[in-house]
């Protein structure tokens, strides 16, 4: 079956990776390509918005990130507050409302500041949920909800046999997004071909699309493109 055009599109993530390639190919430092990626989740966070997309997942930030060198991690660690300073604005004549998860306790008190002051300022807006998943961790998620649920079997509030799939659903960190939570659309940029520790529970049955283009250089179009191939695809559920 072609052209299935009623396939529903409400969540796109998108691994945001060629930043330090894209510097490298123009003899920048690395993190000239972390500011114009920066730049770039503007751009597409509008045109994700105006294209109806309910929530846009980002990975700005994993769990294993730590490791770069202390000069690039600090450097990171400001993306959001110089984010907010520049595109606060934008984000609120576009109506669109930030959510941020990971394990925020670990950032810097001031990223960690600018960020719930940007969740507060645009919590009553009604438009996209731009999302960025900040050191995040699919896995340490995944471990961290079944502490959660084990907690809660200890305790008596539930049974271990009340848990099921939508249970464990609703307590990882995109529960909150109800019938949203899973992303049906993955994207990841400058060609690798992995999931890296991102929403492994959440991309069960979600379609991938990849592109060779670093992060920085991929425009509305490159995101019309991949949605009009998602749309093209059938997605089965593994039913025929
Ligand atoms: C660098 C490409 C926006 C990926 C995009 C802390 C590499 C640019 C944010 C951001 C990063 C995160 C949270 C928030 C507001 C903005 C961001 C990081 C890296 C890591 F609430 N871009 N961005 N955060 N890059």
Redesign the pocket.
């Given at each position: 079956m072609a052209n299935n055009t009623d396939k529903p599109l409400n969540h796109v993530a998108i691994i945001?990776d060629g930043?330090g390639r894209w510097a490298k190919k123009r003899f920048l430092p690395r993190v000239a390509g972390?500011k114009q990626?920066?730049e770039?989740?503007r751009n597409i966070t509008i045109s994700a918005n105006r294209l109806g997309i309910k929530v846009l997942t980002l990975y700005?930030?994993s769990t294993e990130n730590w490791g770069r060198p202390t000069e690039e991690v600090n450097y990171?660690?400001r993306?959001?507050i110089d984010?907010?300073d520049k595109f606060m604005p934008d984000l609120m004549a576009e109506n669109v409302k930030?959510n941020?998860m990971g394990f925020l306790d670990e950032l810097p008190p001031k990223?960690l500041a600018t960020?719930k002051r940007?969740i507060e300022t645009t919590k009553h807006n009604t438009g996209l949920v731009l999302n960025?998943a900040?050191n995040y961790g699919s896995r340490r998620e995944i471990v961290s909800t079944a502490q959660k649920l084990a907690d809660e079997v200890a305790s008596g509030k539930i049974q271990s046999s009340d848990i099921d799939e939508a249970m464990f659903s609703k307590n990882l960190m995109t529960g909150m997004f109800d019938e949203y939570q899973d992303p049906d659309l993955l994207i990841r940029t400058s060609g690798e071909q992995r999931i890296s520790n991102f929403l492994l529970w959440q991309l069960a049955y979600s379609e991938m699309a990849f592109t060779d283009k670093y992060?920085p250089d991929f425009n509305e179009q490159d995101l019309k493109d991949m949605i009009d191939q998602y749309q093209n695809r059938d997605r089965r559920f593994g039913k025929i």
């Open positions: 945001m930043n972390h990626g920066m770039n989740v700005a930030f990171l660690m993306l959001p984010f907010f930030v941020v990223t960020t940007a960025f900040l992060w």
